[in-house]
């Protein structure tokens, strides 16, 4: 009885390590069941390759505790104005969907459209729709003209605006950049207000920085935060185009 034991389970081994040979005994496979969104965009928008090459032009999601994205698609020119992007696999713990402009470390520096994720009106087995209402140029000096100079967050304009602009400096739009460019400073002798290629040695950027290194009546530092400034410091080094 024994020995016919023994029998079985020498049998029973060799089975087992032929199968391992033939490769019938498989990996176990874990499948992510994890839900997620999907999200359509579509707008009619220009101006995507007039960024500087640390900047994109995505769409992104963020969970409303962060500026950085969570996950973002990047928008890429075409001949055809009409854009059409699908962002799959956006996590449910995402509470809004922008079409913005992220920084190399994917911080959104300024946005455009936005749609808000709300968890008890969407759920993972809808496709979510942002669409743009109107054309947009998205150029960075345009973006920087319609958030920076005119937004609200800013408004620049408010002060250097048309009429008696201080300074003499009309930053409203259709005029800002003829203002701004290689035009000569009223408040600093010598000055350029802005050198294209060149930030450190514009009065724009001296007049933003921390401490009033311009020496100007004004100290604009406090008006804006870095991310504002290292955008337009990038703007005129890669050239201050229109």
């Known amino acids: 009885m024994k020995r016919s034991l023994l029998y079985i389970f020498i049998g029973a ?60 698609k990047q928008v890429t020119a075409t001949d055809d104005a009409r854009t059409t992007l699908i962002l799959s696999g956006v996590p449910t713990t995402a509470r809004s969907i922008e079409f913005c402009v992220t920084n190399k470390l994917r911080r959104r520096v300024i946005s455009f459209e936005s749609l808000a994720i709300d968890p008890s009106e969407h759920s993972p087995s809808d496709t979510l729709r942002l669409d743009l209402t109107s054309p947009i140029n998205v150029g960075m000096f345009a973006s920087i003209q319609r958030y920076i100079f005119d937004g609200a967050a800013y408004n620049c304009s408010l002060c250097h605006g048309a009429e008696n602009g201080r300074a003499g400096l009309d930053l409203t739009q259709g005029r800002s950049h003829e203002n701004l460019v290689s035009t000569a400073s009223t408040r600093v002798e010598g000055g350029t207000r802005v050198v294209p290629g060149n930030a450190s040695a514009s009065v724009l950027h001296s007049a933003l920085a921390e401490g009033n290194p311009a020496g100007l009546r004004y100290d604009h530092s406090g008006l804006i935060d870095d991310v504002v400034r290292r955008l337009i410091d990038d703007w005129i080094d890669a050239g201050a185009k229109d």
């Not at 032929?18 to 965009?41: L, M, N, P, Q, R």
């Not at 928008?45 to 994109?56: F, K």
């Open 13 to 72: 081994a060799i089975a087992t390590l032929t199968a391992c040979d033939e490769g019938d005994i498989t990996d176990e496979v874990f499948v992510d069941e994890t839900e997620s969104y999907v999200v359509k965009f579509t707008g009619d928008i220009s101006g995507v390759d007039r960024w500087a090459e640390d900047y994109d032009i995505v769409l992104a999601a963020f969970d409303g505790e962060s500026d950085y994205s969570v996950i973002q």
